[in-house]
C-alpha cells in the first residue's frame, strides 16, 4: 500500500501511471487515459461513423422501420373470403345459389356514400359505374383539408357536370375547423360524423344497402346489383378490389379491402373506413390510389391527406420527381411496402411492373377512353392544366 493510501493497481497500462493517486484530477485523468489509449485512427473513424449513421438514420429511417415491421407488428387476421361468381350470361337466381344466398322478390334500396375532395374523374367514372342501381347518390363536401388546409368546393363549382345524378343527389357542406397541426385523423372522423346525418337526411332506412368507401374506391356494378338482389347476404360485407396506383397500368396487388357495403340499421351504422368485419367478397372492383391528371393534384393530395407526414422533405412535391415517380411505377414517399412478412416486403421492392391489360374495368372509362387516356396502359405522361 503507497503513502498516502492510495492503490495504483499493476494491471494499469503506463500510461496512466503518472495520473494515478491524483483525486482531484481523477475523472479528467481517466478521460486522458481512454483518449490516450485510442488509436487516433480509430478517433477520427468514429467522428466521421457517428454523424454518416445519424444523417443515414434521418434520410432512411422510415424504410428501416417498416422493413423491420415484422418484428414489431404481427399480420392482421386474416379475411373470411367469399368466392365471388359473375358472368352476364348468367341468371341473378343462380348468381344468388352459388353464393349460398336466396334471392328477393324486389331488390334493395341502395346509397352510395362519399367524402369529396378533389377528384372530379374519378368521382365521374364511378358514379357512370354504379348509376343503374343506386337509390340516392350522398356526396359531403368541406371547405377544409384533413390537414386543416383550406380548399375550394370543387364539386360545388363543377355540379352542372352531374347532371344526369341531380334527381337523386343529396349533397351537403360542412365548414372545416381548419385547425393547423392538429392529427388529420381527427377532422377526418368529424366529416364521417357529418355524413352519417347527411345520410338521414337522404331518407335511408333499415335494411337499404350503404356503400362506405372512398371516391376512388369504386365498386363494380354486377357487385352492387348481386348484392341489392340477393337474401341473407351478411349485414357487413368488406369489398377486395385491385389496388392500383396512378392509372390502371400499375396494378399493386388485390389487397384493397377498406370499402364496405352495410345492410343499414338505424341506431347501429355508423359511417366508417375501417375495418368492420372478417367477411369479404373477391374480386368487387377497383381501386385506383392517386389517379390524378394534373401534376398539381398530386401535390395538393400529397399535403391534404390524412397521412400528410409521409412527405418528409420539400422536393418529394417537385413537379419533375413526381412525374417521373409517376411513370416508373415507384413510391411517391420512397417508402418501402407496408407489409407484415419480410417475404411481402422484398416480392415488393422495387417499382410497380407495367401491365398491358385494360381488361374488366369500368365501362365508362372504356368508352370514354380518348378523355380519360392517362388512366390507360402506356400513357403515364401527366397533363398541364392550361392544355
Known amino acids: 500500500m503507497p503513502e498516502g493510501g492510495y492503490y495504483c493497481s499493476k494491471k494499469t497500462d503506463d500510461i496512466c501511471e503518472d495520473v494515478c493517486g491524483q483525486e482531484s484530477r481523477a475523472a479528467f485523468s481517466r478521460l486522458r487515459c481512454i483518449l490516450r489509449g485510442l488509436d487516433l485512427r480509430i478517433v477520427m473513424l468514429l467522428f ?136 388529420p385523423f381527427v377532422e377526418e372522423a ?57 392509372s390502371f397500368e400499375f396494378l399493386v396487388d388485390n389487397k384493397s379491402w377498406r370499402a364496405s357495403v352495410h345492410r343499414y340499421q338505424t341506431g347501429k351504422t355508423r359511417y366508417a373506413h375501417f375495418r368492420q368485419t372478417d367477411d369479404i367478397l373477391a374480386d368487387a372492383g377497383w381501386h385506383c390510389s392517386f389517379c390524378f391528371r394534373y401534376i398539381s393534384d398530386f401535390i395538393f393530395k400529397m399535403k391534404a391527406y390524412s397521412h400528410v407526414d409521409r412527405v418528409r422533405f420539400s422536393h418529394f412535391l417537385n413537379p419533375k420527381r413526381l412525374q417521373k415517380v409517376i411513370c416508373q411505377g415507384a413510391d411517391l414517399f420512397d417508402m418501402l411496402p407496408e407489409e407484415y412478412t419480410f417475404r411481402e416486403i422484398i416480392g415488393k421492392l422495387g417499382p410497380i411492373p407495367s401491365s398491358h391489360s385494360a381488361v374488366h374495368l369500368p365501362a365508362y372509362l372504356l368508352n370514354n377512353a380518348d378523355k380519360y387516356k392517362y388512366l390507360l396502359p402506356g400513357n403515364c405522361k401527366r397533363e398541364s392544366e392550361d392544355s
Open 48 to 183: 466521421m461513423l457517428i454523424p454518416s449513421g445519424i444523417f443515414v438514420i434521418y434520410l432512411h429511417g422510415q424504410k428501416i422501420t417498416y422493413f423491420l415491421r415484422p418484428l414489431w407488428e404481427s399480420p392482421p387476421k386474416s379475411f373470411n373470403d367469399i368466392p365471388h361468381y359473375y358472368h352476364e350470361n348468367v341468371s341473378m337466381e343462380n348468381l344468388c345459389k352459388l353464393h349460398g344466398w336466396g334471392i328477393r322478390e324486389s331488390p334493395r334500396r341502395v346509397f352510395d356514400a362519399v367524402l369529396f375532395s378533389n377528384e372530379l374523374d374519378i368521382l365521374t367514372i364511378r358514379w357512370n359505374e354504379l348509376y343503374p342501381y343506386i337509390t340516392q347518390f350522398v356526396l359531403l363536401e368541406s371547405n377544409s383539408t384533413f390537414t386543416g388546409l383550406p380548399k375550394p368546393l370543387v364539386f360545388a363549382g363543377n355540379r352542372d357536370k352531374f347532371k344526369f345524378i341531380e334527381p337523386r343527389l343529396t349533397y351537403g357542406t360542412i365548414g372545416g375547423r381548419h385547425r393547423k397541426g392538429e392529427n
Open 190 to 246: 368529424y366529416q364521417r360524423v357529418a355524413l352519417d346525418q347527411l345520410l338521414r337526411i337522404a331518407g335511408i332506412s333499415d335494411d337499404d344497402l350503404l356503400i362506405m368507401s372512398d371516391v376512388d374506391e369504386i365498386p363494380s356494378s354486377h357487385t352492387i346489383n348481386l348484392l341489392r338482389w340477393c337474401d341473407d347476404i351478411p349485414p357487413i360485407l368488406h369489398l377486395r378490389m385491385n389496388n392500383y396506383l396512378y
